[in-house]
């Protein structure tokens, strides 16, 4: 594919070079604090009106992404590109206007709502913060879009603690729409839900997307919920991403070898499959503790020599420009 084709799309949302690390404290008297390098150069793009997913174990830096590109955690290098403006560098004032474009849901919905409001003033609680209409119009939008969302005006008057797990993720995400948001961070808002619930919400997300023209970036470690709701996916392992591009390239043609285990373990809808899922020697490594050069081969199947000593850049394949992983032994297989 030539350069001209590959500048045809337009990014809304461009990460450059990411890096996040946290200090641990150690119990011994004379050690000193180590560092968790939670996210260690990470960099991808979402287009207008797409769905990115974000996989990986858990600890593998997921969350760290999307706390440290919205600022919740400052992030220690790299940029986040948003309306042509490196938002990293903005001050307070210019962070409490962007939170109007871009919303964050958590993990918990029962953590997230203030069990002592109804769920009327919570909903209409960030019209009152950014001074956007009167008494009349915010309630008049927030019974609206407790429609949109699946839930009757009895409700609203009702507090976080009446309602179930599922109707409670369905006020949190009325809350972070209120405002119009061009962005949503949705940081794992289905994994505390029981399986036909995720469902309805996961249904709910996928129509609001299209009604309002959403950008989503969607962390989960649920391989079926990515696959379904996301144009593309980023896999990460101990703070990179060795493998991104669109998801059905990826999800029928995985070429790192942890992408490779990752899809194996999904579940077959054909009980007389013979696919046996790929058992991975070993537990992640601590990440106060990398291995050297493929931070991925203590446990790798496929790792030679080469493989302790550098870092994998990310290679293109065959098919696909937007197809990438970092595995120096797969490209050198497409290669011959």
């Given at each position: ?15 450059k ?12 008297f ?8 939670a ?23 997921k ?5 440290s590109i ?42 997230s ?15 009152i ?27 609203a ?7 179930s ?16 948001p ?17 469902a ?13 023209n ?12 990515v696959r379904?709701?996301?144009?593309n ?51 992640p490594?601590?990440?106060?503790n990398?291995?050297?050069g493929c ?42």
């Amino acid at each position: 594919m030539n350069e001209k084709s590959k500048n045809t799309k337009q990014t809304f949302f461009n990460v450059k070079n990411l890096h996040q690390e946290f200090k641990v404290k150690t119990t011994g008297f004379f050690q000193a604090n180590k560092i968790v390098k939670a996210v260690d150069g990470v960099s991808f793009t979402i287009e207008e009106g797409k769905v990115l997913g974000i996989v990986g174990e858990s600890g593998c830096g997921k969350s760290s992404v999307a706390k440290s590109i919205l600022n919740i955690y400052p992030p220690k290098l790299g940029e986040v590109i948003f309306n042509e403006q490196n938002i990293l560098k903005f001050s307070e004032k210019e962070w409490r206007k962007l939170r109007r474009d871009i919303q964050y849901i958590f993990q918990d919905p029962l953590g997230s709502l203030d069990p002592r409001m109804t769920i009327i003033n919570q909903i209409i609680e960030p019209l009152i913060i950014h001074k956007i209409g009167d008494k009349k119009s915010r309630i008049s939008e927030a019974l609206e879009l407790l429609n949109s969302v699946g839930l009757t005006h009895e409700m609203a008057e009702k507090y976080p603690h009446e309602l179930s797990g599922g109707q409670r993720q369905r006020v949190v995400l009325a809350r972070a729409l209120i405002l119009k948001p061009k962005f949503i961070v949705c940081d794992e808002p289905v994994s505390a839900l029981d399986v036909s619930i995720q469902a309805q919400v996961i249904l709910l997300l996928e129509k609001l997307k299209k009604e309002m023209n959403l950008t989503i970036l969607f962390i989960s470690h649920d391989l079926s919920l990515v696959r379904y709701l996301c144009d593309n996916i980023a896999v990460m392992y101990l703070g990179k991403i060795v493998e991104q591009g669109p998801v059905e390239s990826i999800y029928n043609n995985p070429k790192h070898p942890y992408t490779k285990a990752l899809m194996s373990a999904i579940p077959q809808s054909n009980p007389f499959s013979k696919k046996e899922p790929i058992v991975l020697n070993g537990e992640p490594p601590s990440p106060m503790n990398l291995p050297s050069g493929c931070r991925f081969h203590p446990r790798c199947w496929m790792a030679n020599d080469s493989c302790a000593n550098k870092e994998q850049e990310l290679f293109e394949t065959k098919q696909s420009y937007e197809h990438k992983f970092a595995c120096h032994v797969m490209y050198e297989k497409e290669l011959k």
